[in-house]
């Protein structure tokens, strides 16, 4: 889970014009980036471009961020605007699937099987749910910072994970078993 506390004073130091401080800013949230974009658009290649493009948009728009409000809500807002606008301009064919485990290194292994995991998932659930159950399981962020962080209702961040964790038991049981 990110250090909030931490986060918020980077973003501070970064829109005081601190940009040594980016670095860290990066390192702090691009996974949480990366899964949110992943979930909407399900393709790894396309997800590390757009979360790139995520942070060119936040640097772009620092002058605008407020950073007593919390940054990586407003990172994945812009990443759920960059992602939606992605697929919205997209008529892309799809049916093109890339052989990612022809170019797997021995240590990539845990990676590409968290990899494979984050694809029935997303295959399962619709974006907004794998936002909330990335969020809660993987990132370790409680219902009440996923709601202030997605701007949602806690009863419906709730209901939403209630929901997600459903269908993932039933979607997930014949790979997985009991």
Not at 68 to 92: E, F, V, W
């Amino acid at each position: 889970m990110v250090d909030q506390e931490r986060l918020s004073q980077l973003a501070k130091e970064l829109k005081g014009g601190d940009l040594s401080r980016f670095e860290e800013f990066y390192e702090s949230t691009k996974r949480i980036i990366l899964a949110n974009i992943y979930g909407y658009v399900g393709q790894k290649e396309t997800a590390e471009d757009l979360v790139q493009e995520t942070y060119v948009n936040f640097l772009k728009t620092l002058p605008k961020f407020d950073p007593d409000k919390p940054a990586i809500g407003y990172l994945l807002t812009i990443s759920r605007n960059l992602s939606l606008n992605y697929l919205k301009g997209s008529s892309r064919i799809r049916g093109f699937k890339e052989r990612e485990e022809e170019s797997i290194s021995q240590n990539d292994r845990y990676r590409y099987d968290e990899d494979d995991l984050l694809q029935k998932m997303r295959r399962i659930l619709k974006p907004r749910e794998f936002e909330i159950v990335y969020l809660k399981v993987v990132e370790d962020y409680s219902h009440r910072e996923i709601a202030t962080l997605l701007k949602r209702p806690l009863g419906t961040v709730l209901w939403a994970y209630n929901n997600a964790i459903k269908k993932l038991r039933k979607g997930l049981e014949k790979d997985y078993g009991r």
